[in-house]
Every structure is written in C-alpha cells, then in structure tokens.
C-alpha cells in the first residue's frame, strides 16, 4: 500500500501563490508516475498535472500551463505543485495520485489517492 498526504493548501488572492506537497509513504513509490488533480463544488474531477517518476517528463492541462509547476524530491518521497498567478477558477481541492502509466489524465487509472486539500482563490 502507499499512503499520499496532501498538504499546503488555504486561501489566498487573486494573482498570488501556493505551493503544494504530497508526501508518499508505505510501499516504495519512487516507480510510480505522480499526478495531481482537482475537484471544484458541483464538478468533476479534472486533471491538472502528472510528473513521471524520475521527474524528467511532466504534462500539464492547457488551462494551468504556464503558472502551474510540478516537480519531485524522490529522497524525501515528495511531489510538488507550485501554483503562481492563481485565478478565482483554481478554486477546487486538489488531489494528488500515483500511478503505472504516464502521460495519463484518466482519473480512473491511478491506482493511490491523497485525501485532497483545499485551495481557494479569492476574486
């Protein structure tokens, strides 16, 4: 089993920035391909960003490209999402997962889920 906890959400302005961590835990995930997505009230989860497991390839969606980043620690066991220019619309709790699979922005094909954290983005 791996366990993946999210962490660094909270609330901040329009055109600010955060930083978010997931940090693995249990069964080795240094093979595992790490993706975060996020979930706004009433809508679907919807892919933001996936970073292979050496941290050499990362894929972003069109709406973050640019002012999002992900990047990896594997000897601390961490993924990171720094989120700059943040927009009234980032407003969702984010979910980090791990998967086999790369590029891949199927929900359904990630086999570990974080417990999410919030970020909400004030107009």
């Known amino acids: 089993q791996v366990q993946l906890v999210e962490s660094g959400g909270g609330l901040v302005q329009a055109g600010g920035s955060l930083r978010l961590s997931c940090a693995a835990s249990?069964?080795?995930?240094?093979?595992?391909?790490t993706g975060w997505f996020r979930q706004a009230p009433g809508k679907e989860r919807e892919f933001v960003a996936v970073?292979?497991?050496?941290?050499?390839?990362?894929y972003y969606a069109e709406s973050v490209k640019g002012r999002f980043t992900i990047s990896r620690d594997n000897a601390k066991n961490t993924v990171y999402l720094q989120m700059n220019s943040l927009k009234p619309e980032d407003t969702a709790v984010y979910y980090c997962?791990?998967?086999?699979?790369?590029?891949?922005?199927?929900?359904?094909?990630?086999?570990?889920w974080g417990q999410g954290t919030q970020v909400t983005v004030s107009s």
């Open positions: 997962a791990a998967g086999r699979s790369y590029p891949n922005i199927n929900s359904r094909s990630y086999d570990y």
């Open positions: 249990g069964r080795t995930v240094t093979y595992y391909h």
């Open positions: 970073i292979t497991w050496s941290g050499a390839s990362a």
